[in-house]
């Protein structure tokens, strides 16, 4: 005679889980926009969810993004635009690798 009791939750879907710690790209958008408006206190709370090496990982990839996303609305060369943007001359011509 085939029991009456259900198997434990076997016919409920599993309730959505919570999500665990933060994600690095928030934290570091967060953060490098925390810095560009001069707001220290915000910029350690954002450094604080993340590990230092995360942390890193998603201020470098929103930097290569940004750099990028100029770039091309400037029609210019990443490297163009990232040496103007932190101030510096144009770069030296590169010249072949057998030219030393």
Known sequence: MP???????????????????????????EYVAACAENDPARAEEAASRVSPGMLSFGVNELACRA??????????????VARSLLGLREGPSRRPAGDA
């Open 67 to 80: 750099l990028l996303t100029l770039a091309r609305e400037r029609n210019e060369s990443p490297s163009t």
């Open 3 to 29: 029991s009456a009791r259900k198997a434990p939750e076997a016919a409920a879907p599993a309730p959505p889980r919570v999500r665990q710690g933060h994600n690095l790209f928030e934290a570091a958008a």
